[in-house]
């Protein structure tokens, strides 16, 4: 029997601002997190695989990938589809990039 559960994501109150809001998902600052957050917006454990396609195509057009990682792991809230996007940490000097000056 399904009781007064409201799963958080369904209820999004506790997000800020929104990247992106279509009918099938929608992008946002998760405020656990505070980083942006790709939310499937029916509320089902798996999205089809045309849906991730479209929402990391909608991420590319959004943020700068390059500086971003996608995390798909969910630690809290395993029923309803949703992945984060995590800031890549700065590695500015790498040995190979050495550009000899003259
Ligand atoms: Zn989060
Ligand atoms: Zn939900």
Known sequence: MVSDYECPLCKAEYLSRRYHDCSLFWIADCVTCKVP?????????????????????????????????IDFTNKTIHDHYHFHLRPKKEEETTADEEQPEE
């Open 37 to 69: 957050m790709v939310v499937l917006e029916e509320h089902k454990a798996d999205a089809p695989q045309w849906i991730v396609d479209e929402m990391l195509q909608v991420c590319k057009g959004t943020f700068d990938m390059d500086k971003y990682d």
